[in-house]
């Protein structure tokens, strides 16, 4: 009956799935069956510009060229009709001249006739019609103002559509998520030297599987791509899957878009519980700062005996009191366990976070607690929390501290710490997050699920979540667990008892009065 019912709830999942990926993707058919209307309606509207921008380039040289003729045709006729005019009044005068010529042959006067000789030679010397030219200014010819558009008419009959280069194809097995960097690789299924670059479009989404028409991002867009690979650096993994995909585009055009890809992109993602935090820390969602007037016009003071025991005395107290907690929240850090926990368990897995302080930060702790941490308990004091502590107040120590023991760091103190935390193994280091150098590990068997812990004074912490574990302290965790683990680690066989020091068995525990 029970393998029964599990192979049903097993067929029920595969219907459930499979009824999911068809809703979407009639939602994606629907929206796509959309866009071919819209798109082509833009088109015709896109084609109808463009012929009557051609039509108006066209009417514009009709006019100008018709122009021109007109203007050749006043031309010539300005010059024939000056012509004609001046050979009419030549015409005339030469008439005239032929008569009076022709009158002086009948002179009978030998004194008279050599007279009107004379006279019709000086005429004759100074007629009209011996200066113009027996020539046309302008001829009748217009075939120099003559067009042949048979090339036009070639180029207007072979206009087609832009040519648009093929959708690429992304090469899956060549893509790379790592180290919070995403590369991406793609191909052109048929060459094509005309492509100019690509368009690299990516979301974030927490759906596996094809991308959906209705997600609650939008697409990125990455423009001029020249090669067909690219990587996106400096990414915050803040959902689990991204989406990828890429078209090409020529001089002229951008192809369809390449099958999209989805790419697995998680990380482990808190912020800072505010609702339990100490009151003179200001939280932000991820960034916490010490503020020293956070406790002041609470009626009830914290007495005297919530204090005791806890070896780090403040230089100045504050008032302060427990706010009222969240109906299932933990109550608020008070006292001087100026404490911060982080928003989100720790169950199983590996996970990696890292946390800035501020440069003029005197004293802070950085580690993992279970829950049930008190209100009054303060980070590496209690069997319950591991952390590394750094104190620039007064004396400058660098130590990891556990259960009220500490081993001093003989390394530097980081600008930037890294945390890398393996449930499953047990195991809590630390690094320079800048050079991925190791600071500590502890080895610790953990019983309950742990929280991300933070204790700040005077000073502020800003953190960076949705980090993959990077490559070098992936790469360093898998030899140092091939070699049976750290050497330099404060163990603990179970959290229930004192923790022992491996290698530090007379180390005495950290003088409180050095340390808020």
């Given at each position: ?15 459930a ?5 068809l809703q979407?993707?009639i939602e994606t ?5 959309g866009r ?31 122009n021109?003729?007109?203007q ?6 300005h010059?024939?009709q ?7 009044s030549?015409?005339e005068s030469?008439?005239?001249?032929l ?10 006067d030998?004194?008279?006739f050599?007279?009107?000789a004379?006279q019709i ?20 010819n217009m075939?120099?103002l ?27 097995g060549d ?11 793609w191909?052109?299924?048929?060459e094509?030297?005309?492509?100019d670059?690509?368009?690299l479009?990516?979301?974030?989404t927490?759906?596996?599987g ?9 697409w ?18 803040d959902t689990?899957?991204m ?17 999209p890809?989805?790419?697995e ?9 505010s609702?339990s935090?100490?009151?003179?820390l200001?939280?932000?969602d991820?960034s916490?700062e010490?503020?020293?007037q956070?406790?002041k ?5 914290v ?10 005395p ?9 706010s009222?907690?969240?109906?299932g929240a933990?109550d ?5 366990s ?10 199983s897995?590996?996970?990696?976070w890292?946390v800035k302080?501020?440069?003029?930060c005197k004293?802070?702790s ?9 209100k009054f ?8 929390t ?5 104190n620039?107040?007064l ?24 945390v ?6 047990g ?22 699920p742990v929280?991300p ?9 800003t953190?960076?979540?949705g ?24 163990s603990?066989?179970?959290?229930s008892?004192?923790c022992d ?6 180390l ?5 009065s050095?340390?808020?």
């Open positions: 009956m029970d393998s029964q019912k599990d192979a049903l709830q097993r067929i029920i999942a595969t219907l799935n499979k009824n999911e990926e979407n993707f058919l629907n929206h796509t069956f071919v209307q819209d798109n082509s309606t833009q088109v015709v509207s896109d084609l109808e510009e463009e012929f009557d921008t051609l039509y108006s380039i066209l009417d514009e040289m009709k006019e100008s060229m018709t021109t003729i007109k050749e045709t006043v031309r010539k006729s010059e024939l000056n012509q004609l005019t001046q050979s009419t030549a015409l030469a008439e005239e001249l008569e009076f010529a022709n009158n002086a042959l009948h002179i009978a030998e004194e008279e050599t007279k009107a004379k030679k000086d005429r004759v010397t100074m007629a009209p019609a011996f200066r113009l030219t027996m020539k046309p200014k302008a001829t009748d075939t120099h003559m067009v042949d558009f048979s090339k036009e008419r070639q180029l207007l009959q072979g206009l087609k559509f832009l040519p648009v280069p093929r959708a690429p194809e992304i090469v899956l893509c790379l998520v790592i180290d919070n960097e995403v590369t991406i690789t191909r052109i299924p048929v094509d030297s005309k492509i670059h690509y368009i479009e990516y979301r974030k927490n759906h596996e094809l991308p959906r028409v209705k997600d609650e991002q939008c990125e867009v990455l423009d001029n791509i020249k090669t067909s690979e690219y990587t996106l650096q400096g990414l915050r993994f689990k899957f989406n990828f995909r890429v078209r090409a585009c020529n001089k002229a055009a951008a192809g369809d878009y390449s099958d890809v989805t790419l992109t998680r990380a482990f993602n808190f912020g800072f519980d609702t935090s100490h009151l003179n200001k939280v932000e991820r916490v010490w503020d020293p956070g406790g016009g609470v009626d009830s003071k007495k005297g005996k919530e204090n005791k025991g806890s070896g780090t403040s230089p100045k107290r504050t008032s302060v009191t427990r009222p907690a969240p109906r933990r608020r850090f008070t006292g001087e100026y404490t911060v926990l982080g928003d989100t368990s720790i169950e897995g590996q996970h990696y890292e302080p501020q440069k003029d004293s802070y950085v580690g993992l607690a279970y829950r049930n941490l008190g308990d303060q980070l590496g004091k209690t069997n319950t591991w952390c590394i502590h750094v620039n107040w004396q400058n120590s660098f130590a990891a501290k556990h259960n009220n023991k500490a081993k001093n760091l003989d390394v530097p103190v980081p600008d930037s710490i890294g890398y935390c393996d449930f499953d193994r195991q809590l280091s630390f690094y320079n997050a800048e050079n991925k150098q190791l600071l500590h590990t502890f080895k610790v068997r953990f019983t309950q929280v812990a933070f204790m700040v004074w005077c000073g502020g912490l953190l960076s979540t980090l993959q574990i990077p490559s070098a302290v992936r790469s360093f965790q898998k030899t140092e667990n091939g070699l049976g683990g750290s050497n330099s680690s404060i603990q066989q179970d959290p008892v004192a020091i491996c290698f530090y068995d007379k005495p525990s950290v003088d409180s050095l340390m808020p």
